[in-house]
């Protein structure tokens, strides 16, 4: 939150190039930035902007083609694929627009299942189990842990998402257009559980939109376009999500 | 490189896809039951022949009082030279023979012209039997019960039973029948394993020790005098004494059929102690004994022959006063066994009279064995299918879920955690249908042996061979798969649709 906080995540010069068919795509073309740690970064751009390419560098998913990428002060662009895992399990929550749940399978073991992949320690079930329904409860469904998936409205499964997200206490929470499959009053619910873990947990938040009223609920937007940054500010009109959903309550037509 | 954690997700995603696991562990299951189940009916088969030589008599040693031949000290073993068939096929006496200073007599032992018919009696030995020289000797009475006394302490010998024989009248009312008469022991059941009593039971050593007068039927006997009534408890007369039937026997060897005029159940048994007793008698006709082990009837026959000589003083030089042989080939020739079953030995054996019984029994275990492997390579045809209906479901799968696989890699699963789940998916599969299919097989191989009455015999070996055999199937065709699920890149699995 200080300005003299070294930066959790640093960006420098990332470029990533696929080989699709013979013709090099030039999916980012080198970016530099800095995130601290506590923010609440909305990443905007039309599609093939490579907001998304960004994304999954940012999130150990991939390794971009030349570049440095330092989370937490560690190189991490040029890790073997075991140790992208290992940091994707304890410092990196993924929140996807699909929801990303296992199918048949009860909200409780979606959300133990990052606990499964940790490696450093064995965690017992009835701790798994005990965590899983904490992280539950955070996200207030706690009566649904037996739920499978297919039981769950779309809000619901992706509040299951997030509670599996912040299980290991990332330092980071990726969310990949979580606002997508759902409807304007959800997607309220569901900025307004990001905007209290910003402000009360301190979580590191990059949220990937191509809408722009969604982008508005960041502390900060940055804008994406051809594979470089064309945009970076903080948001100094930020919406506020709770509040929102009290006006939406006294007008449920209102469309968003 | 699979911790139980592992082991957990694996089990909690076959518990997610359930007809698929079902399925596929059914499919496991009929591939290791077949192969259990064939395995069982093959050494089943293997057991059977093998009871039904003992049953048939290769551990079978008989010895006889006299000796209608002369044998010269240096014993050529056991007299297993049939006289005519040496005659013709080999004129000229094998080397050991040449050795011996007396050659004619020596060829003598062997064989004697006058027992083949078409022989011209001019041999110059033709005026000189030997059975004039050891006068008496063919017909002699020299065994006892206490000599059979003697031979149930030697080692090897499993069983000795005394034997007196005649021909008999045998007379129920007003129905008589010609047939053989055994004075016998009460433990020759023991040695007949096939035997089977069909009504009653054979007599026992309280009623051998009292001399009592009761009789056991042959089959065929008591079929001949009492039709189809049962004899048991009803009063037959030997000698013109009476004498109360306590059971009939009969077989249950597919070797040996009864049948008239046969030795084992066109018969009447009694205690020898009884022939004694009512005749007057105090010897015996032969001793039967069985070797424990078919393979050790030579050494025991030997033991046998030493054992008697020393125990009727007959010094070195002296030939035998009895006759030790054995049962096999007696049963062999006379056909006591079935036509095709002996078809079958002559044929697989050439020069049967010399063949030894552990070759017999060898060349019998043969055929089982390739039996057994027939049936199991059939059953591992089975089981092949078993094991790549598991790696089409194990790809199924990967392909399936791809999506379940980008979720675990992005959230902290590393390649090997998703490799290490999905081989324990396919060896937990193959170990359930491998648990299921032994239950399976054993049920079936229970079921052919109470309803068809095929013999089944499961091994500990076999069940582990199957386990074994399961896991492996699990691991190799699951390996693959696993492998391909592993290498897919997290990126494009969460956006597979």
Known sequence: ?256 | MASRTTLAIALRALRRNRLQTALTIVGMAIGVGAVLTMIAIGTGAEAAIEDQIKAAGMNLIVVTAGNYKVKSTEDFGGGAVEPSARNQSDPVPDPPFEAHESRPAVLLAAYHPEDDPMEKHNHPTAKQRLGDNEAGLGSAATLTSDDAEALRGLGGVQYVAEGIHQNIHLKAGDRRWFTRLHGTDVRLPLIRRAWTFGSGRFFSSREQSRGDQVAVLGAVAAQRVFGDSNPVGREVSLWNQPFRVVGVVSTTSWMVAPAPGDDQFDAVYIPFTTVHRLLNLSKLNDITITAASTGDVTRVMAEVTKLLRQRHRITEERPDDFTVTTQARQALAKGGMRADVARAVVGNVGGLEKVTLEQLSKTLDRATRTMTALLAGIAAVSLLVGGIGIMNIMLLSVTERTREIGIRRAVGARARDVRSQFILEAVALSLAGGVIGILAGLVAARGLSQYLRWSTTISPGAVLLSVGVAAAVGIFFGWYPAKQAARLDPIQSLRYE
């Open chain 1, 1 to 256: 939150m200080n300005p003299g906080d070294p930066a959790l995540i640093a960006a420098d010069e990332i470029t990533k190039t696929y080989a699709m068919e013979g013709a090099p795509v030039h999916a980012l073309r080198g970016v530099t930035l800095d995130i601290r740690r506590g923010e609440f970064v909305a990443v905007v751009g039309p599609s093939g902007s490579g907001k998304s390419t960004f994304m999954h560098i940012l999130g150990c998913l991939d390794r971009p083609t030349s570049g440095r990428y330092l989370l937490d002060g560690r190189d991490v662009s040029h890790l073997s694929d075991d140790e992208l895992s290992s940091i994707r399990n304890r410092q990196i929550g993924f929140v996807f627009q699909g929801f990303n749940l296992l199918a048949r399978t009860s909200a409780l073991e979606n959300v133990e299942l990052p606990l499964l992949y940790e490696n450093r320690m064995r965690i017992a079930p009835a701790e798994r189990r005990r965590r899983a329904m904490a992280a539950l409860a955070a996200v207030g469904l706690q009566d649904r842990a037996a739920h499978h998936p297919n039981q769950l409205s779309g809000g619901q499964q992706q509040r299951v998402a997030i509670a599996r997200a912040l299980l290991n206490d990332p330092a980071i929470l990726l969310a990949d257009e979580p606002t997508g499959n759902l409807d304007s009053r959800t997607s309220i619910e569901v900025m307004d559980i990001f905007q209290r873990l910003k402000d009360e947990r301190g979580i590191t938040i990059i949220l990937i939109t191509h809408e722009p009223q969604v982008a508005e609920y960041g502390s900060r937007i940055i804008r994406f376009k051809d594979g470089r940054v064309v945009s970076d500010h903080a948001n100094t009109s930020r919406r506020a999500a709770a509040a929102e959903l009290e006006a939406v309550a006294l007008e449920p037509a209102r469309d968003v």
